[in-house]
């Protein structure tokens, strides 16, 4: 096959605004894009595309490109792909690769306690159009037995099974638990409806939260709208609260920052001029929402909310004592130091974000949705770092312990990506075959 010729053009740009690889490859990460992405990118990114070995980069980074320059791809040389056969499925990776010791964060012991085999996942697009059907339906619910104890038992289920990192599972079993709830809002009085409001607003909550991990922003902010209103409904305070993180986190996935910051700093408040004698709920959800303030803090760089908003957010922590399940939060001290990493790798600082990873007592985490989360912002920030080969194992870690979190989400399948773009040559068949295990194409 003969060698791709080199991509001039981008070569010529660089050079003529007397850039250095190194500093075009910061740029790319500093962008709208690759802030936005969380874009990895460094010399050996920019080489091969000047070189020519990347004829046609993912849109992220074409996006990233553009802004840049305000050039287009093809106008830089790049040719689009056509799309051909697709590869042959690969063959199951060796159990010894699988066993490789994980280095360079909080212990081998430690992952080993957390780390166990699980079955690949079928995926969760099958579900996902029923589940958008039910979500704007607004037609009037049948009558029909309404039995608020099997509905509070399949809400319960829906978010064990979200935070046990089971998407498809409940993605399956959310459409009919959205009709009977909605059916149970409707036709219930009194007490009993303000009990159906309220697993409404818990069941639409996990919606767009699944939603949310798919990258399908509408349908999400029409489920956290949802939750939100049920909240309102149920009038319990609690509820508001709880509901008033899903629809921040809606908000930032929008790109709106600033209104995400206000919208949690408001709630939180509220919740704080009510508290007296705080229970763990309380406690919970209180700081669940400073959380969420301070990484849509981060997304607009506002390095003194964040400061505050965390420290907030510690002290809610050191009252609760210990890292617990309230509210369906999963809050705690190792909680707000999960988010502190989150915040650091969202600020382009790997080293700090690497510390702080380091000082997470990942067993005391209380659902693997959280673990998941921690592994794939620990990865990111190695691969920041230049460390592809801990970034590979810990991304490896992560599906072990919440196989759909890397397997069913674009965001995990860009980090694979990502890493396999940028390995040296000794990770880089490793992470190939790893990359092809998942069907992802550099």
Same mark, same amino acid.
């Given at each position: 096959?003969?060698?791709?010729? =080199?991509?001039?053009?981008?070569?010529?740009? +660089? !050079?003529?605004?007397? @850039? #250095?690889? %190194?500093? &075009?490859?910061?740029? $790319? *990460?500093?962008?709208?894009?690759?802030?936005?992405?969380?874009?990895?990118?460094?010399?050996?990114?920019?080489?091969?595309?000047?070189?020519?070995?990347?004829?046609?980069?993912?849109?992220?980074?074409?996006?990233?490109?553009?802004?840049?320059?305000?050039?287009?791809?093809?106008?830089?040389?790049?040719?689009?792909?056509?799309?051909?056969?697709?590869?042959?499925?690969?063959? =199951?990776?060796?159990?010894?690769?699988?066993? +490789? !010791?994980?280095?360079? @964060? #909080?212990? %081998?012991? &430690?992952?080993?306690? $957390? *780390?166990?085999?699980?079955?690949?996942?079928?995926?969760?697009?099958?579900?996902?159009?029923?589940?958008?059907?039910?979500?704007?339906?607004?037609?009037?619910?049948?009558?029909?037995?309404?039995?608020?104890?099997?509905?509070?038992?399949?809400?319960?289920?829906?978010?064990?099974?979200?935070?046990?990192?089971?998407?498809?599972?409940?993605?399956?079993?959310?459409?009919?638990?959205?009709?009977?709830?909605?059916?149970?809002?409707?036709?219930?009085?009194?007490?009993?409806?303000?009990?159906?409001?309220?697993?409404?607003?818990?069941?639409?909550?996990?919606?767009?939260?699944?939603?949310?991990?798919?990258?399908?922003?509408?349908?999400?902010?029409?489920?956290?709208?949802?939750?939100?209103?049920?909240?309102?409904?149920?009038?319990?305070?609690?509820?508001?609260?709880?509901?008033?993180?899903?629809?921040?986190?809606?908000?930032?996935?929008?790109?709106?920052?600033?209104?995400?910051?206000?919208?949690?700093?408001?709630?939180?408040?509220?919740?704080?001029?009510?508290?007296?004698?705080?229970?763990?709920?309380?406690?919970?959800?209180?700081?669940?929402?400073?959380?969420?303030?301070?990484?849509?803090?981060?997304?607009?760089?506002?390095?003194?909310?964040?400061?505050?908003?965390?420290?907030?957010?510690?002290?809610?922590?050191?009252?609760?004592?210990?890292?617990?399940?309230?509210?369906?939060?999963?809050?705690?001290?190792?909680?707000?130091?999960?988010?502190?990493?989150?915040?650091?790798?969202?600020?382009?600082?790997?080293?700090?974000?690497?510390?702080?990873?380091?000082?997470?007592?990942?067993?005391?985490?209380?659902?693997?949705?959280?673990?998941?989360?921690?592994?794939?912002?620990?990865?990111?920030?190695?691969?920041?770092?230049?460390?592809?080969?801990?970034?590979?194992?810990?991304?490896?870690?992560?599906?072990?312990?919440?196989?759909?979190?890397?397997?069913?989400?674009?965001?995990?399948?860009?980090?694979?990506?990502?890493?396999?773009?940028?390995?040296?040559?000794?990770?880089?068949?490793?992470?190939?075959?790893?990359?092809?295990?998942?069907?992802?194409?550099?």
């Amino acid at each position: 096959m003969a060698e791709a010729a =080199p991509n001039a053009q981008l070569r010529a740009w +660089r !050079e003529s605004k007397n @850039l #250095t690889r %190194a500093e &075009l490859a910061k740029m $790319v *990460i500093l962008s709208k894009s690759g802030i936005r992405h969380k874009l990895a990118c460094d010399e050996e990114r920019i080489r091969r595309w000047e070189a020519g070995e990347v004829r046609w980069p993912r849109e992220p980074y074409r996006q990233a490109i553009a802004e840049i320059t305000h050039l287009n791809p093809e106008d830089l040389g790049f040719i689009p792909n056509r799309r051909g056969p697709q590869p042959a499925a690969p063959q =199951p990776m060796d159990n010894e690769v699988r066993r +490789r !010791e994980f280095v360079g @964060l #909080t212990g %081998a012991a &430690l992952f080993t306690a $957390v *780390i166990g085999a699980s079955d690949e996942p079928p995926g969760i697009s099958n579900h996902l159009e029923t589940l958008a059907t039910v979500l704007v339906d607004y037609s009037t619910p049948m009558n029909g037995p309404i039995d608020l104890t099997t509905l509070s038992a399949a809400v319960v289920a829906a978010k064990q099974n979200y935070q046990a990192c089971r998407y498809t599972q409940v993605t399956a079993a959310l459409p009919k638990l959205l009709r009977s709830l909605r059916a149970a809002c409707t036709q219930l009085t009194g007490d009993e409806q303000l009990r159906a409001h309220t697993l409404s607003a818990e069941a639409h909550h996990v919606a767009a939260s699944i939603l949310l991990k798919q990258e399908d922003k509408g349908l999400a902010w029409l489920a956290a709208d949802r939750s939100v209103q049920a909240a309102y409904a149920s009038q319990s305070t609690l509820m508001i609260g709880s509901s008033s993180r899903i629809i921040t986190h809606a908000l930032m996935d929008g790109g709106h920052h600033r209104a995400a910051t206000d919208t949690t700093r408001a709630a939180a408040v509220r919740m704080d001029a009510a508290m007296r004698n705080p229970t763990p709920d309380e406690l919970s959800i209180y700081g669940s929402l400073l959380l969420r303030g301070a990484i849509a803090a981060a997304h607009s760089g506002e390095r003194h909310n964040i400061a505050e908003l965390l420290d907030e957010a510690t002290d809610a922590g050191d009252r609760l004592g210990h890292d617990g399940n309230h509210m369906w939060t999963a809050f705690g001290p190792n909680n707000v130091l999960c988010h502190r990493v989150n915040i650091a790798l969202r600020l382009g600082d790997a080293g700090t974000a690497i510390d702080y990873a380091r000082q997470v007592e990942i067993d005391k985490l209380p659902i693997n949705e959280r673990k998941a989360t921690l592994l794939l912002d620990t990865s990111s920030a190695f691969l920041m770092y230049g460390k592809h080969q801990q970034a590979l194992d810990i991304l490896r870690a992560a599906e072990q312990i919440a196989p759909e979190e890397v397997t069913g989400r674009a965001a995990a399948h860009r980090l694979v990506s990502d890493i396999l773009a940028t390995a040296p040559i000794s990770v880089r068949r490793e992470a190939r075959e790893y990359a092809e295990s998942l069907g992802v194409r550099a």
